[in-house]
């Protein structure tokens, strides 16, 4: 522990970050937390290096108390409408790569009616089959159309839209679900995700005027599993050091476990 402390401090000191201190005694819990519960399955081929499975995610503003451990994956993201629910106590998820839109086929002379009516009985027809697997939030690798949204809006289920294939993949293995591929995979039985607690909190970023940022916070998965650090307490700049120093903390600590 007290090699921690003092390599922690001396990166602090030297990446140049202000009152080391109040960094050390924010980081340092949350380093050893981190070390006794994210566990890799090395059995199962899951990767040796603890770090594939350690999110750091910067938030500017607030203080350097208010960095938070997350078991499970924090990501920045709103919700489509304004209208779905923003907190969910043990969310059943579920994961999309593929665009749920309908694919218009290029013909002259169409008369449109016909074409919205088609497309919304398709839409409808999607919508029903995500809504049989009673999803309460709906990630989507792609895009996700105005009139499904409304659909899924009507069922009640969160969805966000246009996510990042890292961030689709870390939920699928935190919240272990299964991610569904195509249109076919719905007709078949698919593995949702748990997790205890699904919210999105909006931060205001001082460093940009009126830029509030909202992020997707999943907690609550198996701790095992992964984890995600929400780094506060400075600026963008200021953190994109400090995620240095704690990636290489990261290893360090691990490390010292193995070996005692």
């Given at each position: ?63 350097p108390g208010d ?23 043990n969310p059943r ?24 009516e088609q497309e ?141």
């Open positions: 522990l007290k090699h921690v402390d003092k390599l922690l401090h001396q990166l602090l000191t030297d990446a140049e970050i202000p009152n080391p201190a109040a960094w050390k005694k924010a980081l340092v819990p949350i380093l050893l937390q981190l070390t006794d519960e994210v566990t890799p399955d090395i059995s199962k081929g899951e990767d040796m290096d603890i770090r594939h499975y350690v999110k750091l995610k910067r938030i500017p503003g607030g203080k960095t938070a451990y997350v078991s499970g994956v924090v990501f920045t993201k709103n919700l489509a409408l304004k209208s779905m629910p923003r907190r969910i106590m998820i579920v994961l999309v790569s593929f665009p749920i839109e309908y694919q218009r086929h290029q013909q002259q002379f169409m008369s449109l009616q016909p074409v919205i919304k009985e398709f839409l409808r027809v999607v919508v029903q089959r995500i809504t049989n697997l009673r999803p309460h939030v709906l990630l989507a690798q792609k895009g996700v159309s105005g009139i499904a949204l409304q659909y899924l809006s009507e069922a009640n289920i969160s969805v966000a839209y246009n996510v990042k294939d890292t961030v689709i993949e870390a939920v699928a293995r935190c919240a272990e679900a299964e991610i569904i591929e195509s249109l076919d995979m719905l007709a078949l039985p698919v593995r949702v995700g748990k997790c205890s607690a699904f919210e999105v909190r909006t931060f205001v970023n001082n460093d940009y005027p009126g830029r509030k940022k909202s992020y997707i916070f999943l907690s609550g998965c198996r701790p095992e599993l992964g984890c995600t650090i929400a780094l506060r307490g400075a600026s963008s700049t200021l953190l994109s050091k400090l995620k240095t120093v704690m990636e290489f903390m990261v290893y360090v600590v691990y490390n010292l476990k193995l070996e005692s």
